[in-house]
């Protein structure tokens, strides 16, 4: 979850405009004069975009666990025996150009009037992996990270130290078992929230 919440604020912090619509759709929601709680989530639209966004392009790992095949079967003219070992790189299935359009670009807006979700149902997206080896802990995972996030956008003003760019953010992702925290997550918050 915190590497997650990572990837999300760097890149609101990377695109200012996106930052401002997030925070303008929470105070139109949530108002000024009090916390984001769980139940206002499903109201939060564009908040859910900016996640589906994140975890396309940032996936919390960019392999699923493996999978074994049940039975002989063919995929694209590819003979897949039984028995066979399955890696899924849900990190390359994110940034596919046969199914996404300007897929290294962070926009949230391709799933304005999208039914596309990542719980699984919809292959171009499965962070969690999909069917009966999805990740358990996918509704709590997601329900944390939108709340935490929508809390830090929501509470905070976010800017980078030191007259520093957002094209000048280090996006480079390092994989292994575990990815690593950013490393440039050195902006400053400002308390935002009128009570």
Known sequence: SATAIDWMLTELIRHPRIMKKVQKELENVVGLERMVDESDLDSLEYLDMVVKETMRLHPVAPLLIPHESLEDCTINDYHIPRKSRLLINVWAIGRDPSVWTEPYKFNPERFVGSNIDL????????????????????????????LVLAQLVHCFDWELPNDMLPTELDMTEEFGLSTPRAKHLLATPTYRLHK
Request: charged share 20%.
């Open 119 to 146: 719980r699984g149902h919809d292959f171009e997206l499965i962070p969690f992996g999909s069917g009966r080896r999805s990740c358990p802990g996918m509704q709590l995972g997601l329900t944390v990270v939108r």
